[in-house]
């Protein structure tokens, strides 16, 4: 069963993967600056409504839980405690993902901030401390699949992610090349910068053989935003 109908959801049930006794749980809450209680809330009672059924289970969380200057932010400590309670079952899968990167029509997703607003030539602010790390939707569920036949008993949460992290500043100019256009921004001295474990993703990607090396913002970037 795949729960949800945002980007992650849409592109599991486009690749139909096999499910069988798995609940694919990509219906939470996604928006790293909510704040709103009731939304929290919303995701923890799908949670344990889910933890009740005799059903394996697989929980989409975020790299972000990762950063140091974010442990007060809302959105990370709920991740957290949705963790923590789902690893109260000895096969719940954990996947923290990265910036995922593909085709939505939801304005909140970064790259797609990004494109609107270059593409139309209006003002923006960049963070100039801050470090993003995309992932193609296609390779989050081709290797979320693969996790999911491989490992029966996870011990921690699994990043998934690239190897080509970029910075806010590097991800604009990116944008400015593939779309052929200069963008209107103000550099703020303000974001995080923190490394992810990506070796196991790393391993997944190389049995699957996926490319998350070499220029592989740009080629995101290129695939879903490029004329």
Excluded at 71 to 96: C, F
Aim: aromatic share 8%; with cysteine; proline share 3%.
């Amino acid at each position: 069963m795949i729960i949800g109908n945002g980007l992650l959801a849409t592109a599991l049930k486009r690749h139909d993967i096999p499910n069988g006794n798995i609940i694919y749980l990509a219906a939470g809450v996604s928006d790293s600056a909510e704040k709103s209680p009731a939304e929290f809330l919303r995701e923890e009672k799908l949670i344990r409504d889910c933890l009740s059924k005799n059903t394996r289970i697989v929980y989409f969380s975020s790299c972000s839980v990762l950063d140091p200057t974010k442990t007060d932010n809302p959105y990370v400590v709920h991740k957290l405690a949705m963790e923590k309670l789902l690893g109260q079952r000895s096969d719940t899968l954990i996947l923290r993902l990265a910036q995922v990167v593909g085709k939505s029509s939801n304005l909140k997703l970064l790259t797609n901030f990004l494109f609107n607003k270059i593409s139309r030539e209006e003002s923006f602010s960049v963070w100039s401390q801050a470090r993003r790390n995309l992932i193609d939707v296609e390779h989050v569920v081709k290797i979320a699949d693969h996790f999911c036949g491989t490992i029966t008993s996870p011990t921690k949460p699994i990043n998934i992610a690239s190897a080509d992290p970029v910075s806010s500043l590097e991800l604009v100019r990116i944008f400015e090349d593939v779309l052929g256009k200069k963008s209107k921004y103000a550099l703020v001295d303000s974001g995080g910068n923190y490394d992810i474990d990506v070796e196991q993703c790393l391993l997944a990607a190389s049995c699957l053989n996926l490319d998350l090396k070499s220029s592989y913002a740009k080629r995101c970037i290129q695939k879903y935003y490029g004329q």
